[in-house]
């Protein structure tokens, strides 16, 4: 078995850089909020509550972005995935609290 790894030429370079970084872009604010409550800046039950918030938030508008359907579409499929998060997060607040 031989394994080969492809180069990446300009457009699939471009990307995979869009991806990797709307990625990291998902998570640093959800980070920022919970080391500003680590500092002392505000509770810990807020931050976490807005962080899962901006979370959410932030992995629909990565999600739906280049995405070419009719308004109505896109509202819809935002609309799911917002439930579906927060059903994740009561989810996992019955479990933990």
Same mark, same amino acid.
């Given at each position: 078995? $031989?394994?080969?790894?492809?180069r990446?030429?300009? #457009?699939? @370079?471009?990307h995979?850089?869009?991806?990797s *970084?709307?990625? %990291?872009v998902?998570?640093v604010?959800?980070?920022v909020l919970?080391?500003? $409550? ?7 039950? #807020?931050? @976490?509550r807005?962080?899962?918030?901006v979370? *959410?938030a932030? %992995?629909?508008a ?11 579409q896109r509202?819809?499929?935002l609309?799911?995935l917002?439930?579906?998060g927060?059903?994740?997060?009561? *989810?996992?607040? %019955?479990?933990?609290?």
């Amino acid at each position: 078995m $031989s394994s080969r790894v492809e180069r990446l030429n300009g #457009p699939q @370079l471009r990307h995979a850089l869009r991806a990797s *970084l709307g990625s %990291l872009v998902t998570v640093v604010a959800p980070l920022v909020l919970l080391g500003a $409550s680590a500092l002392g800046a505000w509770p810990v039950t #807020p931050a @976490l509550r807005v962080s899962a918030a901006v979370l *959410l938030a932030t %992995l629909a508008a990565v999600a739906i972005r280049g995405i070419r359907v009719p308004w109505w579409q896109r509202t819809l499929f935002l609309l799911t995935l917002g439930v579906a998060g927060l059903l994740v997060v009561w *989810l996992q607040t %019955l479990a933990h609290g």
